[in-house]
């Protein structure tokens, strides 16, 4: 039981019953899907960057609580930040998840909260899924507009 | 099925705790908790005389089959089969000829999509599967009617997950070339009147392919009282070793099928010029076969022989009414499937708590069971879920590992408040 504290912190409970910027956004300029076809879980994240920053982000989906609170602090952690910074703080997670020692510390606050998760590795990838969907979101091509002329 | 008084001396005579003492397996622990395996739909433990069997291949008749003149080779192949008559007998198939020994269910279905439905099926045509059908039961059929221009159709469930029978022969024609249908449900654990749906399909000239995968376990199986066509199932699901299965074909199909692989064993003479296929079910397993794989299938059946299916029909019917009514008393839990029959599964949801986290905190408490789509997704989405707990029972749970999985959705409720 009281691991499965550690696994479920409160912070990962609150975020899964209350995820924060789980919208559809209409003014996207990027998105990408995510989908983990062993459990089902998909998340779709919606980035707004301009100048190289993410002014906005939001996602929508379905998962467990691990995903489900993942993507909602994912959202909390990037915004603001530009595409290079979420870079590393993905990095520093996924080093965190998977037990490599980062070879310099990156700032990852809230998501510190995850690192339970690391016991348990057939759930790492619910805790990753959103991060690599974000990842794809910055990678790929703006959405291009679609005009009614 | 014999007379009842036998049925009631044999439910007598099972003794759960001396059951458990052959499968070595079941005595462990699990993260600090003793294991509680009810992932039996997945793939059951096996007991110590499967074990044996397959190490006695190894350590004492270890050879290849049907080629060689020395006694080792003798051995192996009297033991491989002799493997096949036991399946036949398990299955009540006339002819050991009938038998196919495959690497499970799902190479069973390829092997009669290949070697059967594909020569006759044309364009426009169609084959027809239930909604309830496991991805091994749809996939191959997808590919083949792409292939050639055909329909797949699918006779549609109710909120129970019953088989809407009379969808079914409404959707029977001319046209339908072959009926893939479950025999029980891997992910409701319904039990699908077959016999009944088999004497539909050859009213209108159609042959049928039972799935038995989750019914051979469970059930007392009958191919010729069921009048099947095709009737496929795994070893590893029935307490045998994984990589091996049983394909049960009418001799009148078998003999007309065109090879599924080409290679050795399969064949009579080979020439550049051409070949001569051996006769089935040799035309059907071209290459080594997996000798041990067979050997521990038949001691497997022999096992379960020992014990009586209608013994442990019995048994794991109790355990599957005394599990749904205990975890019915958690709140918040729905169960998906509850069809007028059902047999060794139990599926369900918990409001607000996905089936993963379920499935991880029961780990915890040493309970295992299976957190998904369960292979089965269009089942999932029949039922607007997108995945489920199940829990699948075996002839060796035991009344207080139902109480240890009820206790383990409690603490999943105190987990997530």
């Known amino acids: 039981m009281s691991d499965m504290r550690e696994l479920y912190q409160e912070i990962i409970l609150d975020h899964n019953k209350k995820p924060r910027n789980c919208y559809v956004m209409d003014c996207a300029t ?3 899907d995510g989908h983990n076809p062993l459990c089902g879980d998909i998340v779709k994240v919606y980035l707004r960057i301009e100048n190289g920053i993410i002014e906005e982000i939001s996602f929508q989906g379905h998962g467990c609580a691990i995903c489900t609170a993942s993507t909602s602090l994912m959202t909390e952690s990037v915004k603001g930040k530009t595409v290079t910074e979420a870079k590393e703080i993905f990095e520093g997670f ?12 990156v700032e990852l606050g809230k998501l ?10 057939v759930r790492v990838k619910c805790a990753t899924l959103a991060w690599h969907t974000l990842n794809a979101a910055m990678d790929g091509d703006d959405i291009e507009k679609v005009t009614t002329e | 099925m014999s007379n009842p008084h036998a049925v009631a001396e044999v439910v007598d005579a099972f003794d759960v705790e001396r059951v458990r003492a052959d499968f070595p397996a079941l005595h462990q622990e699990v993260n600090g908790k003793p294991l509680v395996y009810l992932d039996n739909a997945a793939t059951t433990q096996k007991p110590r005389a499967v074990i044996d069997a397959v190490r006695g291949f190894y350590e004492r008749d270890c050879s290849n089959v049907h080629r060689g003149v020395h006694l080792l080779s003798q051995r192996a192949t009297v033991g491989f089969e002799t493997a096949r008559t036991t399946v036949k007998k398990f299955i009540g198939a006339a002819d050991s000829r009938s038998i196919v020994f495959t690497r499970g269910t799902t190479e069973g279905i390829n092997l009669v999509a290949s070697s059967f439905v594909r020569p006759r099926l044309g364009e426009g045509d169609e084959v027809l599967i239930s909604a309830m059908e496991h991805h091994s039961n749809i996939v191959p059929w997808q590919l083949l009617c792409e292939e050639r221009g055909a329909h797949l159709r699918v006779i549609p469930i109710d909120d129970d997950g019953d088989i809407i029978l ?3 022969e409404r959707l029977l024609n001319e046209r339908t070339k072959i009926v893939g249908i479950v025999h029980v449900s891997n992910a409701l654990g319904t039990v699908n009147p077959v016999r009944e749906m088999i004497a539909t399909a050859h009213a209108h000239g159609v042959p049928v392919l039972v799935d038995g995968a989750q019914a051979v376990p469970h059930l007392a199986v009958d191919v010729q009282e069921l009048d099947c066509d095709f009737y496929v199932f795994s070893g590893h699901k029935v307490y045998g070793p994984t990589g091996i299965g049983a394909l049960y074909g009418k ?3 078998l003999l007309e099928m065109v090879p ?4 050795g064993d399969m064949i009579l003479s080979v020439s550049f010029e051409g070949t001569t296929f051996n006769e089935p079910p040799h035309r059907f397993e071209a ?3 997996n000798i041990e794989g067979a050997i521990g299938l038949a001691s497997a059946i022999n096992y379960v022989n020992r014990i009586g299916r209608d013994a442990i029909a019995a048994h794991e019917r109790r355990l599957l009414v005394d599990a749904t009514a205990a975890v019915l008393e958690i709140p918040g839990i729905r169960l998906i499937g509850s069809a007028r029959e059902r047999a060794s599964a139990l599926s369900f949801v918990m409001d607000g708590i996905h089936p993963h986290d379920i499935g991880t905190i029961l780990d915890s408490e040493g309970v295992a069971v299976r957190a998904g789509h369960h292979c089965a997704q269009p089942v999932m989405k029949r039922f607007g879920v997108s995945a489920t707990v199940r829990a699948s029972f075996a002839l060796y749970n035991t009344d207080s590992e139902i109480a240890a999985l009820a206790a383990g959705l409690v603490k999943v409720r105190e987990v997530f408040g």
């Open chain 1, 112 to 121: 510190q909260v995850f690192e339970g998760v690391r016991e348990y590795p």
């Open chain 2, 260 to 263: 599924y692989q080409g290679g």
């Open chain 2, 287 to 289: 290459g080594t076969p």
């Open chain 2, 166 to 168: 009379a969808e079914y």
């Open chain 1, 94 to 105: 996924h080093d965190m998840l998977t037990g490599v020692a980062a070879e310099q510390g």
């Open chain 2, 251 to 253: 001799r009148e199909h």
């Open chain 1, 30 to 32: 990027r998105s990408a």
